[in-house]
């Protein structure tokens, strides 16, 4: 009963947003489920007294223990996993070459990964309109979106769950305001989708960006340190690999996390980035930071044991090859 409601709450988020970054997504799941799973088996039961140190030490055995089960969700996918056929991977490197030179670059792989991401979110838009239209007039007024939001809640949130979902309702009706692209007060399926897909949406995304940025800028100095970036805890030692993340986010250098860069990371542009980078390093066998078909089909083995992997086969899905 305890995991019920974590566990749906996931599986919905996967359901409503279907992002192309799949063990990205997942490994974010699974790391807010480790957070509950840890406070409530180990700290409820704790007394007042030395609770401190107790819980500054557990949430640094806590982060250790996030990236030990990212690691093998990620293992027990890769083992799972199948190579794509080289002819599979031929026709698709076909779909990405869009000026016909034989040959692709990450600018091209970025700029297709974007709009398969496109092509992906308007996949269910139809059933999601029909979910969310309660009128049935084909189109979605903000009292139906906030209605949608509050159907998604089981109903025994606390107070201070409550009082976040009334602040959510505030952001997610600026957000509607912004996806409403032509002033009606009402979304058709296509801006439904910029709501629901902030990536998809600049105005949207902007929204998103600034609430970010206004609920983890604890010295509202308008930029991120690392530690307000990854949840103002400054009990937990961060790992190396999100040391290492931060910088590869800060384009800059300059130790903080910019509005536009935290643009990128909400977008999933950045983490999309990330994993097309690694897949040059895989495919690009001649280092001339462009991609063949032949290397991409050659290298459908190897590309298994990389993120890259995943992307593929959804586009491969997705385009019906």
């Known amino acids: 009963d305890f995991l019920a409601k974590p566990l749906a709450q996931a599986v919905y988020r996967c359901q409503r947003r279907r992002l192309l970054c799949t063990?990205?997504?997942?490994?974010?799941?699974?790391r807010w489920l480790v957070a509950v799973l840890t406070t409530w088996v180990l700290v409820a039961p704790i007394e007042?007294?030395?609770a401190d140190?107790?819980?500054?030490?557990?949430?640094?055995?806590?982060?250790?223990?996030?990236?030990?089960?990212e690691e093998e969700i990620v293992e027990e996918q890769l083992e799972s996993a199948e190579p794509?056929?080289?002819?599979?991977?031929?026709?698709?490197?076909?779909?990405?070459?869009?000026?016909?030179?034989?040959?692709?670059?990450?600018?091209?792989?970025?700029?297709?990964?974007?709009?398969?991401?496109?092509?992906?979110?308007?996949?269910?838009?139809?059933?999601?309109?029909?979910?969310?239209?309660?009128?049935?007039?084909?189109?979605?007024?903000?009292?139906?979106?906030?209605?949608?939001?509050?159907?998604?809640?089981?109903?025994?949130?606390?107070?201070e769950e409550m009082e976040d979902f009334e602040l959510r309702k505030v952001?997610?009706?600026?957000?509607?305001?912004?996806?409403?692209?032509?002033?009606?007060?009402?979304?058709?399926?296509?801006?439904?989708?910029?709501?629901?897909?902030?990536?998809?949406?600049?105005?949207?995304?902007?929204?998103?960006?600034?609430?970010?940025?206004?609920?983890?800028?604890a010295d509202k100095d308008g930029l991120l340190t690392l530690t307000e970036f990854w949840d103002n805890s400054e009990e937990i030692e961060r790992s190396d690999a999100e040391k290492e993340e931060f910088k590869s986010l800060d384009a800059d250098g300059d130790g903080k996390i910019s509005p536009a860069e935290l643009q990128r990371w909400?977008?999933?542009?950045?983490?999309?980035?990330?994993?097309?980078?690694?897949?040059?390093?895989?495919?690009?066998?001649?280092?001339?930071?462009?991609?063949?078909?032949?290397?991409?089909?050659s290298a459908n083995k190897e590309l298994m044991q990389s993120e890259a992997h995943w992307h593929l086969s959804d586009w491969t899905s997705a385009n019906e090859l």
Do not use: C
């Open 23 to 30: 063990l990205p997504l997942m490994t974010r799941t699974i």
């Open 48 to 50: 007042l007294a030395g």
């Open 53 to 69: 140190d107790f819980l500054a030490k557990r949430q640094e055995e806590e982060a250790d223990a996030e990236g030990d089960m």
């Open 84 to 159: 794509l056929k080289p002819a599979l991977l031929l026709a698709l490197h076909k779909k990405m070459d869009r000026s016909g030179s034989g040959k692709v670059s990450l600018e091209d792989l970025m700029t297709f990964a974007r709009e398969m991401g496109k092509l992906t979110a308007n996949h269910d838009m139809a059933n999601i309109m029909e979910e969310i239209d309660s009128s049935k007039d084909g189109l979605v007024q903000l009292e139906e979106h906030l209605e949608d939001l509050l159907r998604q809640l089981d109903g025994d949130e606390s107070e």
């Open 171 to 217: 952001v997610e009706s600026k957000k509607f305001k912004a996806a409403d692209t032509n002033g009606d007060g009402t979304l058709d399926e296509a801006e439904l989708m910029g709501l629901l897909f902030p990536e998809l949406n600049e105005e949207v995304l902007k929204v998103t960006v600034d609430e970010v940025m206004l609920r983890k800028d």
């Open 266 to 297: 909400e977008s999933g542009n950045f983490q999309v980035e990330q994993v097309m980078r690694n897949l040059f390093k895989v495919v690009d066998k001649d280092g001339d930071e462009r991609i063949t078909a032949e290397e991409l089909a």
